[in-house]
């Protein structure tokens, strides 16, 4: 905030001071130049004020252009009075032209501060897809996403949380708004809350962890900024997410191969018995997993409780022989 405001001033000060500079430079051909010509160097002025400043700098350069025009440079000299009609004519035109052309340069400068500062939010979600198909775990996807967070927002500090939702601290929504226990907070014009705020991710639906944000005093990212955030957080949840889903497939293959022991083995003891306890612990093992056959494994095997009766049918038929 205090480099904004800074600049604010320095560019308002531009706006008093190089009018009167280029005034100043022009006087020793007040006599032989005629006024129009004048102008039209005070606009160029004005024009390269307004480009390198802001609005309201543009403007003030306009307004002091024609009043140091009319001290200057209309009769009689060093007085703001004009006796010629034409000197009027000519004072009204450059103060028109000069707000106008001030206000134009100053659209153009912001389109062009928009267009580079959208390239390089592009540029940041391109980098971070990127790491979520290359990265040999999510957890260098979610430091990076960290690093680009807090540069992005202007934060302190920003951590990553793991597990289970505690505490209601402001969050940012999918919008890039920020929404408190008291409801939504004025971003745009008080800046981001000092407390800590949670950014969530999610994959599938499924809710993966946050993001811990603390910002520094007076941050006050705009609304694009905010919205890269999100996307962001939802890249890191994806690469969460495809990490939940091959650990949940490896699960998946260790569980069919244990329901097909349970299937085609029978626990024997060392003389070659049925062995009736280590059947039930087999039988308990598999139970407490909660085994179910999963066609998207790829391995044909019986369902579990089917598993178990056959293997009581083997035991049975055994014992009565």
């Not at 004048?38 to 700098?57: K, M, T």
């Not at 599938?204 to 955030?229: D, E, K, T, W």
């Amino acid at each position: 905030m205090t480099r904004y405001l800074t600049r604010d001033w320095w560019a308002i000060a531009t706006a008093v001071v190089v009018p009167l500079a280029v005034a100043a430079i022009l006087i020793p051909w007040r006599g032989s130049w005629p006024n129009t010509n004048v102008a039209l160097l005070l606009v160029v002025a004005v024009v390269a004020v307004a480009a390198l400043g802001n609005r309201v700098a543009g403007a003030l350069a306009a307004v002091s252009a024609a009043a140091w025009f009319d001290f200057f440079f209309t009769q009689p000299y060093e007085r703001f009075t004009i006796r010629h009609s034409s000197d009027v004519t000519t004072f009204a035109l450059l103060l028109a032209v000069g707000i106008a052309v001030s206000q134009l340069a100053a659209h153009a400068r912001h389109l062009k501060a928009v267009t580079v500062a959208d390239a390089g939010y592009l540029a940041r979600i391109v980098d971070s897809a990127a790491l979520t198909q290359s990265a040999g775990s999510p957890d260098a996807v979610v430091q990076h996403v960290r690093k680009q967070l807090t540069d992005l927002l202007d934060l302190a500090d920003c951590r990553f949380e793991y597990g289970t939702l505690i505490g209601q601290p402001p969050r940012l929504e999918p919008d890039g708004s920020i929404l408190t226990r008291h409801g939504h907070w004025p971003v745009d014009v008080v800046g981001l809350p000092t407390e800590e705020i949670e950014l969530r991710t999610f994959s599938n639906g499924q809710y993966c962890g946050r993001f811990m944000m603390r910002p520094n005093p007076g941050s006050s990212p705009s609304q694009r900024a905010r919205l890269v955030a999100v996307t962001l957080a939802d890249l890191a949840g994806h690469a969460l997410g495809a990490t939940a889903g091959v650990l949940a497939a490896l699960l998946g293959v260790v569980a069919a191969a244990l329901v097909v022991a349970v299937t085609l083995a029978e626990p024997l003891d060392p003389a070659g018995r049925v062995d009736h306890a280590g059947l039930a612990g087999v039988e308990r093992v598999a139970r407490g997993r909660d085994l179910h056959v999963d066609e998207g494994i790829g391995v044909a095997v019986f369902p579990f409780d089917r598993a178990v009766a056959r293997q009581r049918g083997l035991r049975e038929d055994r014992e009565v022989r």
